[in-house]
Each structure stands twice: as structure tokens, then as C-alpha cells.
Antibody, heavy 114, light 113 residues
Framework: EVQLIESGGGLVQPGGSLRLSCVAS????????MNWVRQAPGKGLEWVSS????????DYADSVKGRFAFSRDNAKNSLYLQMNSLGADDTGVYYC???????WGKGTTVTVSS | DVVMTQSPLSLPVTLGQAASISCRSS???????????LNWFQQRPGQSPRRLIY???NRDSGVPDRFSGSGSGTDFTLKISRVEAEDVGVYYC??????????FGQGTKVEIK
């Protein structure tokens, strides 16, 4: 079964850091570009970052550039999103998605609050 | 950045009736390679987004044929020919032609009257 499972969300204080993970299964992970998309409570979808299949090309939304770092380990079928200097605007559900197509995880919730 | 504007933002529909959602982009979504990377996603309550349509009019596997996409350039439409109860949710258009960044519309909430 093709799956993406996110983890690592939680409650963090403003200015803090968090590392999200996403583990893929059921497909050849190293063949696909991968993405993070987030959704603030009651709001729409916002693209956060993408990484090429090899990990050599990474793009970020302006809202997270310089604070977030996206990486992947193709040997472990895993993605990582290191999030630093977190603020209230970063609160939401974070989804990993394969090529922004048909395969999405169930999401992990990040709450930034004191 | 390309701005995606959906209308309406709320769409009450009677079961069995048709529904139509418009999506307009701030610039043409025709890519240099000739393709138009305009996708439609459905997000049912409490669920992850699910892609329904890719490159304007191609239905993803398993998507009922009551869903159809059309349009060109800057104007696109998602139509549901006969709304069923399971179609309740929020629908988003998304452009992947001019990225980064990928951009989404604000979402259209479909509900049953």
C-alpha cells in the first residue's frame, strides 16, 4: 500500500524549533519529488517546500525561507522538515505529499503557543 | 507569485443537482512545454486533500466521472454533474506552472442545502 506517515508535531513555544518527519512506503521513494503543505486552523492550503528526487534542489515559500530546512534520506525513505524560529503563524497541520499528486499523508499538527 | 481566485467561496447545492466552481489565475498557466498545470483537489471534513483533476481536465484514478475539469489560459472550472452527499467538502484549485511557489485558491466549500 502506498503510504506517507508524518510525525514530530506538537506544542512548541514561540521562537522554538521542531523537526517533522515523513516516512514513505509502497513506492520507489527515490524517484519522486516531495512536498510539504500546511493548513492553518480553519484556513486553506499553503505550499511550504519541495525537494527534488535526489535532494539536490529545494525550494521554499517566502514565509518560511531562512527558518525551515527540508531534507530527505532516500536510503530510509524519509523526509525531514527542520523548523526554527517558530511563530504563531506556523501553527497548523503539516502534510507531506508526493509530487502534489494523489498521495498525501494524514498530517501532523504543529501548535506554536506560550 | 500567481494568485488563484476561486468563486464562489461557499456553494450550497441540492442533492442530485449540478455544481460549478470557477478558478482564475493572475497570469496564463500555459507552461513553456505546452502543458497547463492546473489541478483540482477535494478535502472532505477531517481528511487530507485528494487530487481529483490534473492538467485541467484529466481525472485521477478512482475519481467518479461526475467530476470534470475544463478551461484554458487563466479561466478554469470544476463541475460536479450530480452532487452526492460524499461530495461535501472544500475544493481547491492549484497551479504548478509558475513555481516556486505553487499556489492554491482560497477554497470553495460545498455543502448540501
Amino acid at each position: 500500500e502506498v503510504q506517507l506517515i508524518e510525525s514530530g508535531g506538537g506544542l512548541v513555544q514561540p521562537g522554538g524549533s521542531l523537526r517533522l518527519s515523513c516516512v514513505a512506503s509502497g513506492f520507489t521513494f527515490s524517484n519522486y519529488e516531495m512536498n510539504w503543505v500546511r493548513q492553518a486552523p480553519g484556513k486553506g492550503l499553503e505550499w511550504v517546500s519541495s525537494i527534488s528526487s535526489s535532494g539536490s534542489v529545494i525550494d521554499y515559500a517566502d514565509s518560511v525561507k531562512g527558518r525551515f530546512a527540508f531534507s530527505r534520506d532516500n536510503a530510509k525513505n524519509s523526509l525531514y522538515l527542520q523548523m526554527n524560529s517558530l511563530g504563531a503563524d506556523d501553527t497548523g497541520v503539516y502534510y507531506c505529499a508526493r509530487s502534489l499528486g494523489v498521495v498525501w499523508g494524514k498530517g501532523t499538527t504543529v501548535t506554536v503557543s506560550s | 507569485d500567481v494568485v488563484m481566485t476561486q468563486s464562489p467561496l461557499s456553494l450550497p447545492v441540492t442533492l442530485g443537482q449540478a455544481a460549478s466552481i470557477s478558478c482564475r489565475s493572475s497570469q496564463s498557466l500555459v507552461h513553456n512545454d505546452g502543458n497547463t498545470y492546473l489541478n483540482w483537489f477535494q478535502q472532505r471534513p477531517g481528511q487530507s486533500p485528494r487530487r481529483l483533476i490534473y492538467k485541467v481536465s484529466n481525472r485521477d484514478s478512482g475519481v467518479p466521472d461526475r467530476f470534470s475539469g475544463s478551461g484554458s489560459g487563466t479561466d478554469f472550472t470544476l463541475k460536479i454533474s450530480r452532487v452526492e452527499a460524499e461530495d461535501v467538502g472544500v475544493y481547491y484549485c492549484m497551479q504548478g506552472t509558475h513555481w516556486p511557489p505553487v499556489t492554491f485558491g482560497q477554497g470553495t466549500k460545498v455543502e448540501i442545502k
